[in-house]
């Protein structure tokens, strides 16, 4: 539905140009630079993005959760996330979702170079990205969570699994799994369960 400014003219809401020509930009970068120079970039952007908001600070940390829930919180600012525990963190839709699916609608297939450039972040930086859309939304919120203090500590955040829209996944390693379903208080089990009506899983703790 379009809404009207204070001049009466019309805004449009939601425009699939903005999304598509977003993703032919993205690619147009990986061509002039490669997946190296693209990974670098995206990095650089989200992080930018989460210093550009402003530090926060919580006496305790169920008011910390209060504020995420309700959409206060920097890590919350571009997503709906849930608690299933004090420290699990889900996302039900991620929010590039619609611009991956106008971009295909129009456009076709995802290009392999936001595939190839997820690669290069998962062996060069660390696992959890399935795309270019997983390397902004996870470095965003890495750098959004050390914004954040919670009776003076800063906040910390690991990524758990991710799904995306046509079924791919990508789970934590092995070797760290057991470890951040201990942090995040939940069980194997219970984190099958969640990816099945979720597209992600995080974890939020302090040390």
């Not at 971009?103 to 450039?117: A, K, L, M, P």
Request: hydrophobic share 40%.
């Amino acid at each position: 539905m379009n809404e009207k400014d204070e001049r009466g003219t019309t805004l449009i809401e939601d425009n699939p140009l903005v999304d598509v020509a977003a993703y032919l930009f993205l690619e147009d970068i990986a061509d002039k630079q490669g997946a190296a120079g693209m990974n670098t970039y995206l990095m650089s952007l989200a992080s930018s993005l989460a210093k550009s908001m402003p530090e926060e600070e919580y006496s305790t940390w169920e008011d910390f959760l209060e504020a995420l829930r309700k959409g206060e919180s920097i890590i919350s600012s571009f997503e709906v996330v849930k608690t299933r525990t004090e420290n699990c963190m889900i996302t039900q839709e991620c929010p590039f979702a619609r611009g991956w699916l106008e971009y295909t609608q129009r456009i076709g297939s995802f290009s392999n170079v936001h595939y190839d450039v997820a690669d290069y972040y998962n062996s060069n930086v660390k696992p959890g990205a399935i795309n270019t859309c997983c390397i902004i939304h996870q470095t965003f919120r890495s750098a959004a969570a050390e914004r954040i203090k919670v009776a003076g500590k800063t906040v910390k955040y690991a990524q758990i699994a991710a799904i995306w829209s046509d079924g791919v996944k990508r789970i934590a390693p092995d070797e760290w799994l057991p470890i951040l379903l201990d942090k995040a208080k939940i069980t194997k089990t219970e984190l099958n369960m969640i990816l099945r009506n979720n597209t992600d899983i995080f974890v939020l703790y302090l040390e």
